[in-house]
């Protein structure tokens, strides 16, 4: 899996890199602008983002507003009753009636019509009543009551309450030992010289109501404080905040206050002194929500740019890269050993200055190419085998040893004129006329009958017209010798003297090519040395053994590269036949010495 992977990521072009660094690069850009956008977003608007949640938490807070009047004006209703209050005065002042005027106030507590005017029944108000709490503990509710006063008491909230007359207060909402959730509210007064705590007590399901308005926008994180900004409600167990940072908090004003992850909203839901304010921590992502579409709006704008702007990039690469990719191919034909290989590229940048370097340098490659050749190829048409010249020699000798000098002077005539043919490089000729070929043949067939005691025959068969043809420079020569060495000399009769023989050489057209033969009636050649000899492999070039046709070959390639061929037929003791076919137009290259 490992290998794979590296395999797909591994990207062996320029093109193809460039494409995945401009991907890559593109998506990192793009993923910074999603994380950031929306706290760009929320940074520049947030004037306009908050303002949706002010309006939700305005209307919940006049909602409890509305309950907390509803409950004052009850509270007040109680604890203003003449009736109630004449018993409460006489409680403590007839102690021997205590059980009869409890009686009585208990029954006021529980007539409907002192909760609310027009009431027939407690529960049509779905309320559940006033309680009266005397500062000796003392305790009056009407019937049902006392699973929320048990509770109530037992707060410490309660325990550490101050009692002060006139002062109307929220204590927190707690669950009572029957399970409900009740929502409170007290209210002291002094009666002579008794302090009571009037509270009234109410199911929390409606008051709490007032949040579903937040909840349903996904705000969940809210709290009600009451006077000395303690929290007597949150609906999270865990608010955001414990404390919040309070300023001057009035009446329909909704106080807010930013935050990294969120803002949080307050707004005093009932009168200054009561103190009970609504107050909602809301998360960044759900001020957010309304303007999503917007942010998503814009992220995809941005990305079709970026997804744009990334194809033109790849594209603008590649076009530009192409002439890169050129350059590329042209090197590797380069080292196929094609030469020919140019650049045009006309763009006035760097590309431009590349291709105009790299065609000077292929042209001075060219030049040190053609010049190492043609030194090459004029090395090899020097080649002479020393031996020959050494046998030469020692024939000229011999010939003054008994006297017979006008064979010395006819020796020694052919050999210069075959030196000064081989020494004509200065020229770099490559061709020759077949009538200088002829004669230098002719001069070199003098010497070896000179050596072999007339033993060898020469023919010619040359077509009309084609001795002033020219062809390549001593190419005749080394096949007429390697015809004389490796097939006339070496056969013999029964005694072990030479078989006289004859080599014919003929020229003639074909086909818009010249085809040249040389016929020997020596020994004959194996397939195998036929194939050996005209066919050698790489590492027999230049070799010792059978350098005349390797000289050959090479500079026949030299000359017409693939346009070219060299082969032979033998059967042994009946001679070879070696043919050589090359155009009859000229070579691949400028012959210094004149047309071809």
Partial sequence: MTKRLYKLLHIRTVTGKIAMFTITLGLIIFLTIHLLLPNVVFERLKGYITQPVAMLVKDAARQMGFAHAQHSNILNRVKFDENLL???????KQPENQREIK?????????????????????????????????????????????????????????????????????????????SSVFSCINSRAVETELYDFVFFQESGWFLSSFDLLKEQNIFDIVILGADNEILYA??????????????ITQNYVYVTPYRDGVDFMMLASSQDEGSKLACHVPNSVLLAPF??????????????????????????????????????????IQNGDYSARMNIKTSDEFEALGEAFNLMMERVVEHETHEKEM?????????????????????????????????VIVNRALITMLKDRLKIKGYESFDLLANEIEVINQYMTIQNYLHSDAIKLIWNISDGLTLQKIPKNVLQPLVENAILHGLLTKKDESGEIIPGEIVISAYRENGYIAI?????????????????????????????????INIIMRLNYLFNDDWSIGAESAAGEGTIVKIVYPAGGSSLTDKSGDY
């Avoid at 002192?114 to 009056?140: H, K, M, N």
């Avoid at 929320?148 to 109307?168: H, I, P, S, V």
């Avoid at 609906?235 to 300023?247: F, L, N, R, V």
């Fill in 86 to 92: 004449e018993l409460l005065s006489q409680y403590y």
């Fill in 103 to 179: 009686r009585g106030i208990v029954e006021l507590l529980s007539t409907p019509s002192l909760l609310l005017p027009g009431a027939v029944s407690i529960d049509e108000l779905r309320l559940d009543s006033v309680s009266v709490i005397s500062q000796r503990g003392d305790v009056f509710c009407r019937e049902g009551i006392e699973p929320y006063l048990e509770t109530f008491m037992n707060m410490d909230w309660y325990k550490n309450y101050q009692a002060t007359d006139g002062r109307r207060i929220f204590p927190p909402i707690f669950t009572a030992s029957d399970g």
């Fill in 235 to 248: 609906y999270e167990e865990d608010p955001k905040y414990s404390t919040y940072d309070i300023g001057e």
């Fill in 292 to 333: 999503m579409p917007l942010v998503m709006f814009v992220e995809f704008v941005i990305g079709l740019v970026m997804a744009l702007f990334i194809v033109l990039s790849c594209l603008s690469a590649k076009i530009s890269l192409n002439k890169l990719k050129v350059l590329t191919h042209n090197i590797r034909k």
């Fill in 376 to 408: 090459q190829y004029n090395v090899l048409i020097s080649e002479i085998d020393p031996h020959f010249i050494y046998n030469t020699l020692n024939t000229i000798t011999y010939l003054a040893k008994l006297n017979r000098p006008d064979d010395v």
């Fill in 517 to 549: 033969t040389i016929k020997d009636s020596g020994v004959g050649m194996s397939a195998e040395k036929i194939a050996t000899h005209f066919n050698p492999p790489k590492e027999m070039v230049l070799s010792s053994d059978n350098i005349g046709i």
